[in-house]
């Protein structure tokens, strides 16, 4: 689990706004840019190629 002292410094690499923990805490969404950063072993991957299209609904 990230801690909230890491998520307050996190910013989405593309539009360096705010992400936030998604319902199944396994990745970080930035509703800006509709992407999710996965979170692999407790490390976030904070790369824009390997994100993922924010499946809303």
């Known amino acids: 689990m990230i801690k ?3 998520l307050d410094i996190l910013a989405c690499p593309k539009c360096k706004g705010p992400v936030e923990l ?3 805490g396994n ?3 930035c ?3 509709k992407l999710v950063y996965e979170i692999r072993d407790d ?3 904070m790369l ?3 994100a993922k299209p924010l ?3």
Do not use: S
Request: glycine share 14%; aromatic share 0%; charged share 35%.
């Open 4 to 6: 909230k002292e890491l």
């Open 22 to 24: 998604n319902g199944q």
């Open 27 to 29: 990745g970080l969404v």
């Open 31 to 33: 509703r800006t840019c």
């Open 43 to 45: 490390i976030p991957i």
């Open 48 to 50: 824009i190629d390997e």
């Open 55 to 57: 499946e809303e609904g």
